[in-house]
């Protein structure tokens, strides 16, 4: 009889490994269709404009017209209904100080990637802070001066070296925590130049030339400041104009009229809706020098676009993306319009960097 224990022993051994073989297998099931229901929920989570680029999933464009509240109304609503999300991407200029605010709102900053497009100031001390990644900005400055300078130039029948493609590029930086200090610390100097030529006589002579933008913002007032400043080194007047609701309407009416005005030899616009605006620009360019700066209007007939080139500008921010999420991750992209050709062509570059797509001629 004793010597039959250690077989019952034995067996009974056998059978409970046997038994935790089989709880395990069918844990592992479970665990495995939960997994697949998580995935499949997920996937059936994401909007129908959801696009997927490489490792990344750009889950929608929000835009606001322009209007800052709806900017970060836009930011909130994102936070809530996509609480996994991994990157907030401004393409103007304001669109991440807005996206910063929602996150500060709920105790979030830092914890969503932050990534941006032009010199707001908020988004240079966000940088400073650490609480955005970094920023791919532009040179407004020189926006405002070389436009002066060119179409001084282009009435005066001097020689213009353009392109073929009509269009002369001002290169854009990428700002990150590194190098946020210099450059603002430039920024600033830039700023007081143009302050000191606003401060002085303006000119009542020389050629007449108006800079035409698309919308208030502070972005704007260093391109202000580089047209005062070239009043001043080219003894000329160039009138600095707004659309204050940021409707290419009111744009509109603001070309009609600078056209009826006497003496007027050329505009530099950045146009809202360039499809849309080839009559209006169409009948600028018959009566003075027309340049577009900032956004192209390429189907009118201005003479030729200075400015960034936004699509290159796109691939920087698609370049900030990967570096701040190697691994991929969700992605919200936020702007103000459209219907603007420079939005569009960010937002392009932006897709096809994070697709790896090579960049054509």
Known sequence: MLHRLP?????????LFALLFVIGSLMSCSDSSTKKNDQANEKSDLPQTAIKAGKYIILDTRTDQ??????????????????????????????????LEALKDVGKEGKVKLISFDEDEL?????????????????????????????KALVENQTVDIPDNKQLDIPTKVIKQENVEDFWSNLKSLQKLGQQANNSPRPTEGHYFAFVVNLPDPFWSYARAGCYKAEQDFNLVCDFKIPHDGSSTEQNRILETLI???????????????????????KVAEKVKLICHDSDAPESNRLFYLGTNNYLGGRQVGKLIKEALPEGGQIMIFVGKMDVLNAQQRRQGLIDELMDKPISG
């Open 7 to 15: 077989n019952i022993f034995t067996r009974s051994l056998f059978l």
């Open 66 to 99: 322009g209007d800052r509240a709806t900017a970060k109304k836009n930011a909130e609503n994102t936070l809530k209904k996509y609480p996994s999300l991994d990157a907030m991407v401004g393409l103007w200029a304001y669109n991440v100080p807005q996206c």
């Open 123 to 151: 988004t240079l001390q966000g940088i400073k802070d650490g609480h955005i990644v970094g920023t791919v900005v532009q040179q407004p400055y020189e926006f405002g001066y070389q436009s002066v300078k060119y179409l």
């Open 260 to 282: 009826q005005k006497e003496g007027l030899a050329g505009i530099a616009v950045s146009p809202l809706d360039p499809k849309n605006q080839t009559e209006i620009l169409n």
